[in-house]
């Protein structure tokens, strides 16, 4: 009579799901898998990983700035701020994505929960209440502003150590879409008349 083949796997499948299960971590953050085809050098995936996640945490904070303007807004320009501060609230969200996925594409390891971010995001924390509008305006340009300066460094640095893909992503889909941002914002500070111009002055 032939043998049952005996298993080596002491595991037992069942359809009852498995609660309360922990692990240690799969890779420590602040490291990158040692071996990855890209022809990118250790030092050179550790060095973009770690601007990239500095630029990732400042992004995220953007981002949920831009979620509090549009929720406590307020005063004659509500409506159009409420819908703007919503899209460009859209518009991060999608460049976190891009940071954070170049990021485990270059074998590292993405910063991801709130008090994580809060600990290394370089913009001023606001104040839980609500502000007056040209105070969100401002708040939201000087976060873009460390933004835009981090961007141009990255990809400065990029070229320089031979990583052209972080380049194009930090030039293409980080600094461009911030620099329209920008532009959107800036026009909302100008002191211009609503109802009467400016009456035309007689030069001497």
Request: aromatic letters at 4%.
């Amino acid at each position: 009579m032939a043998k049952k083949p005996v298993s080596t796997n002491s595991h037992k499948t069942s359809a009852q799901p498995r609660y309360h299960q922990t692990a240690r971590e799969l890779q420590a953050f602040g490291t990158v898998t040692s071996v990855m085809p890209l022809q990118l050098e250790e030092p050179v995936r550790l060095e973009m990983t770690e601007q990239l996640n500095q630029l990732l945490a400042d992004t995220m904070t953007l981002r949920d700035l831009y979620k509090k303007s549009h929720w406590q807004v307020s005063g004659a320009t509500f409506y159009q701020l409420h819908l703007l501060f919503d899209k460009h609230f859209e518009e991060q969200s999608e460049i976190v994505d891009a940071i954070a996925e170049r990021i485990q594409l270059l074998g590292g390891v993405s910063i991801a929960m709130a008090a994580d971010v809060a600990e290394s995001t370089r913009i001023s924390r606001p104040p839980k209440g609500r502000e007056e509008v040209p105070v969100q305006l401002s708040r939201l340009l000087d976060a873009h502003e460390i933004i835009i300066t981090q961007c141009r460094e990255l990809a400065e640095l990029a070229n320089k150590v031979g990583d052209p893909g972080t380049n194009d992503l930090v030039v293409s889909d980080v600094l461009r879409p911030n620099e329209l941002q920008v532009w959107f914002l800036s026009e909302h500070l100008v002191d211009a008349p609503l109802v009467e111009a400016e009456p035309l002055r007689e030069s001497a």
